[in-house]
């Protein structure tokens, strides 16, 4: 099974400056073990009415989605392990 290590890199939720407002996953835009581009789309937050893009960190893979959709998610908590691809 794949294992990111502790140093690869991770999508965290953002600090929306919203004290006690509940986060939601709402939505997966991109599977486990599927290639992305910095600043690819991979994930929803609903906050509110609100929808929040997150965007892939790096370039390379999304190794693992650390949160179901529909969790209920907290401000710097880890949603997904990425492996980026050197560049060449």
Do not use: Y
Request: no cysteine; aromatic share 2%; net charge negative.
């Amino acid at each position: 099974m794949d294992r990111a290590s502790p140093s690869s890199p991770q999508l965290l939720v953002p600090d929306l400056g919203l004290p006690g407002g509940l986060i939601t996953l709402s939505l997966w835009l991109v599977p486990d073990g599927a290639e992305v581009l910095e600043g690819d789309r991979v994930a929803e937050l609903l906050v509110g009415a609100a929808t929040i893009d997150l965007e892939a960190p790096v370039t390379g893979r999304l190794v693992r989605q650390l949160v179901d959709e529909d969790a209920a998610v907290t401000p710097g908590m880890p949603i997904a392990d990425f492996e980026a691809v050197p560049e060449r």
